[in-house]
């Protein structure tokens, strides 16, 4: 049965710069991204043309990274490859119970809040979930659990098109693995994001087959695979 509530996900980092996140966006033409502490992503339409490909590349500045995320869109063949890697986009299914009425009151669960974005950046650099810049935060609602005063887990918001908000940053310190973490923090962010009656996705490499199975278990289902690639700007 197709979602029909999911075509925003199609394309939800243009999405999001055309709607909950327009304040954090930059422009030149046709072509947006983010501004550059909070995230890489940039955007352009389904079939840019030349004209669009120069907005981006003015955008981003010569010998920046194009950051296309999951943009089915092909650059001009003097844009260099970067990177490029599978994935999956996973949703909760449309009718999916709520969120667990006691998860965002988990006592050891904690927001996390500029004071916090050293130990945020150092937790990330060391588990590499996906990147994460000195004003990431400022995307959504970042939640963590602390073991002895230090940050071990942490998970959050990112990409918001219309109805949805998107799960990520979710990572573990090595020391602090197996105490079920993630999938504490990751059925707090479900609660708050189903409590604003918008519906939770998340993006996770298809190589990464213990998360996927762990966002299984909590509900969620592959939606599409994705291809993420990034580019360097002429």
Not at 63 to 72: K, R, V
Not at 95 to 109: H, K, V
Request: a neutral charge.
């Amino acid at each position: 049965m197709i979602d029909r509530d999911a075509v925003a996900l199609d394309d939800p980092v243009g999405e999001s710069l055309r709607g909950h996140h327009t304040h954090l966006a930059r422009r030149s033409g046709r072509a947006a991204g983010y501004l550059p502490e909070v995230a890489t992503f940039s955007t352009v339409s389904a079939d840019p043309d030349p004209a669009e490909w120069a907005d981006l590349a003015r955008l981003l500045g010569r010998g920046e990274l194009a950051d296309l995320f999951s943009c089915p869109a092909t650059p001009p063949a003097d844009w260099e490859p970067v990177f490029r890697f599978g994935g999956f986009q996973m949703i909760r299914p449309a009718g999916s119970p709520p969120g667990r009425a006691d998860a965002e009151t988990d006592p050891e669960i904690v927001e996390l809040g500029a004071d916090d974005v050293p130990e945020m950046l150092e937790l990330t650099g060391r588990t590499r979930p996906g990147p994460f810049w000195p004003r990431t935060r400022e995307l959504g609602a970042y939640l963590g659990v602390r073991e002895n005063g230090a940050l071990a887990a942490m998970a959050g918001e990112r990409l918001h098109p219309p109805g949805w908000t998107e799960i990520s940053a979710v990572c573990t310190a090595p020391e602090a693995r197996g105490r079920g973490h993630a999938a504490r923090l990751v059925r707090a962010l479900v609660t708050r994001i189903t409590s604003r009656n918008e519906r939770p996705f998340l993006h996770v490499s298809d190589a990464n087959i213990g998360a996927i199975r762990l966002y299984e278990r909590l509900g969620f289902v592959i939606r599409k695979p994705v291809t993420f690639r990034g580019f360097r700007t002429p």
